[in-house]
T-cell receptor, first 113, second 113 residues
């Protein structure tokens, strides 16, 4: 069974640009969440999608957005990139319902220059 | 909001030694997850604890959740170089529903051969 797949794995962008990251969840998983990991702030929750609807949102500015498609695949977008957006972005998926384990992808390394 | 603290921040042990990592929550835990991360990679699920006093083991790793459900420990017996990495504890939301986890800052483990 394939795990959570994230693309691209590495990318470099310039300040002011925008970026889109993609995540394919484990087959059958309908809940997809995104996390940002930096050395200074650690692992922080961005948002979660379930059945194409944003169910939870972390404390990030509106420049960070996401969406989920009918096949549960998800994308996140960051507009007007800032140097501080450089981070490892992790996607996770789980089955619906309480008490389910979330499984993480390998992440997308974003460097903003 | 819920916060998780981990101790120690980093740990260097000789191969074959036992070690313990602690995770303390500011609020009652409704679901406590342990993950391992190799630098720059995704998180690997280790164990999930939900009930007070619960203990789970997998190979040489044992995790416990205290009766009050505010502290968890991860114990590695006879450590090996393959155990090296960053160990993160994560807490599920209060109703254990949804994926908006809060994570501790991590404990960096090095195992010397």
């Amino acid at each position: 069974k394939a795990g959570v797949t994230q693309t691209p794995r590495y990318l470099i962008k310039t300040r002011g640009q925008q970026v889109t990251l993609s995540c394919s969840p484990i087959s059958g998983h309908r809940s997809v969440s995104w996390y940002q990991q930096t050395p200074g702030q650690g692992l922080q929750f961005l948002f979660e999608y379930f059945s194409e609807t944003q169910r939870n949102k972390g404390n990030f500015p509106g420049r960070f957005s996401g969406r989920q498609f009918s096949n549960s695949r998800s994308e996140m977008n960051v507009s007007t990139l800032e140097l501080g957006d450089s981070a490892l972005y992790l996607c996770a998926s789980s089955l619906a319902g309480a008490g389910n384990t979330i499984y993480f992808g390998e992440g997308s390394w974003l460097t903003v220059v | 909001s819920q916060e998780l603290e981990q101790s120690p921040q980093s740990l260097i042990v000789q191969e074959g030694k036992n070690l313990t990592i602690n995770c303390t929550s500011s609020k009652t835990l409704y679901g406590l997850y342990w993950y391992k991360q190799k630098y720059g990679e995704g998180l690997i699920f280790l164990m999930m604890l939900q009930k007070g006093g619960e203990e789970k083991s997998h190979e040489k790793i044992t995790a416990k959740l205290d009766e009050k459900k505010q502290q968890s420990s991860l114990h590695i017996t006879a450590s090996q170089p393959s155990h090296a990495g960053i160990y993160l504890c994560g807490a599920a939301p209060f109703d254990n529903y949804g994926q908006n986890f809060v994570f501790g800052p991590g404990t960096r483990l090095s195992v010397l051969p």
